[in-house]
């Protein structure tokens, strides 16, 4: 216990640079760091494709304007034909965020490097007050 009181401040020290350590990998478990508004930019300044990872029945029940439906179990067969230009960033979207947080990991894996996921899936964007396009 002598110790602890002694030393308190390199022992805050050591958890809090521990804490900064982890961050990384905590907010990789949250689906993506991008919001609605950062993936509108994205649309609109840099021609950035939408990519809806959801399966046929959830896509037409509802998602963003624009978007191409690739379920995420075609996803490594149907990219590159969809999205030639490897350059051009990516949107990966699903309902909640899961599903699209690991379609932009299996697409960073197949060369397109800005590939991104958006935080909280189409869920979030409707939370934005963003228009949702139905088939």
Partial sequence: MKFIIDNWTLI?????SGGLLAWPILKGLTG???????AVQLINREKAIVIDV??????SAG???????????????????VVKNKELPLI???QTGRR???AASVAKGMGYQK????NGGVAAWQ?????????
């Fill in 12 to 16: 805050l020290v050591a958890l809090s």
């Fill in 32 to 38: 993506g760091s991008l919001t609605p508004t950062g």
């Fill in 54 to 59: 959801c399966e046929a029945s959830e896509f």
């Fill in 63 to 81: 998602h963003i304007g624009g978007a191409k439906n690739i379920p995420l179990s075609q996803l490594k067969e149907k990219l590159t034909g």
């Fill in 92 to 94: 990966f979207v699903c």
């Fill in 100 to 102: 699209s947080s690991s």
């Fill in 115 to 118: 590939a991104q996921s958006l």
């Fill in 127 to 135: 939370a934005a007050n963003l228009p949702i396009d139905k088939v």
